[in-house]
């Protein structure tokens, strides 16, 4: 039996064994034939030559990762195990790189879904990604729309939302239209300014290459060679939806995005989201799919929210 010692380059031990050693126990289910010792800032490894040597090349990966995102929750070490073993984790890692962002950030699908989400565009020419909050849909949406431009595949971008009230007035926000649907349309500015510098967005805003618009502006529009978002496509109503998808013109791209448990609409009006998706359920060209908690990507505690609000009667 040989030996391995890691010498932890973090402060903190925990950020990469994980809180009560969570990462850990995760691994060690993953490599049964090795012992894996943790006392302080180290951790020793005991086992034979080649598993010792695989196990190094998955330390490699976590580390990498910790230090890119800097953070590695359980998740993260887990869908890191559910690779290809025969597949070194950095290849599959780096072949899941979407772009790179501002300041050289790599921005990567993260998880199964989201993952899905890129190879579906890569033969679909609509998507619906349908999923709860956190879980990426519109930043992975906007990446690949960015890449998209950048390659020259698409001539502009075009970002829209529907704006619904979600509890607040518009007509009580001060300042003129834009100024009161911009706060709605946030989500999507903050993802591009993620992806592309800032002075190079304000040109590309400036010139309409990328147009931000609420979705009552999309009526009577064939749009042709772009990359189109709808998020928040569960607040639309039929007619809306419908309008929408109708506006695809040659050479476009189409990704509609939404959350179907965080509906705004006034009562008794059904979603456009919800009837699309059951309408259009395995049509050739659109692709579907459907991210869920384990895709959650935000501060842990999001998906035990999600888990408590889709089952409440489990808090009693």
Excluded at 183 to 208: G, V
Aim: with cysteine; glycine share 6%; hydrophobic share 40%.
């Amino acid at each position: 039996m040989h030996e391995l010692i890691i010498q932890f380059d973090v402060s903190h031990p925990v950020e990469l064994l994980g809180a009560g050693n969570a990462n850990l126990k995760a691994i060690r289910k993953h490599f049964p034939q090795l012992k894996l010792i943790a006392r302080g800032d180290t951790l020793k490894v005991l086992g034979q030559t080649a598993d010792l040597e695989k196990f190094d090349a998955f330390w490699a990966d976590c580390v990498k990762h910790f230090n890119q995102y800097n953070s590695l929750s359980t998740k993260d070490v887990e869908n890191m195990l559910l690779m290809d073993s025969n597949t070194p984790a950095s290849d599959e890692a780096d072949s899941q790189t979407i772009l790179f962002g501002n300041k050289g950030k790599i921005i990567k699908a993260r998880t199964a879904n989201q993952r899905k989400m890129v190879s579906e565009m890569k033969t679909n020419d609509m998507m619906f990604a349908v999923g709860p909050a956190g879980t990426g849909k519109t930043y992975t949406a906007v990446a690949l729309a960015v890449k998209a431009l950048k390659a020259k595949e698409v001539q502009r971008i075009v970002l829209t939302r529907p704006a619904v009230e979600a509890g607040e007035s518009l007509g009580f926000l001060p300042g003129d239209l834009k100024e009161k649907l911009d706060p709605y349309l946030r989500p999507l500015y903050d993802a591009l300014m993620d992806m592309i510098p800032h002075d190079k967005l304000a040109q590309y805003l400036e010139r309409s290459v990328i147009e931000i618009a609420p979705l009552g502006f999309m009526r009577g529009r064939t749009l042709s060679n772009a990359f189109v978002i709808l998020d928040e496509g569960q607040n639309t109503t039929e007619n809306q939806m419908k309008m929408f998808l109708t506006r695809m013109g040659r050479g476009s791209k189409f990704i509609i995005t939404g959350d179907v448990t965080q509906i705004d609409l006034p009562n008794k009006i059904l979603s456009g989201l919800i009837q699309a998706l059951n309408i259009l359920d395995k049509t050739k060209g659109i692709a579907k799919v459907m991210l869920n908690k384990t895709d959650v990507i935000r501060h842990p505690v999001v998906e035990t929210i999600i888990e408590k609000y889709a089952n409440p009667k489990s808090n009693k």
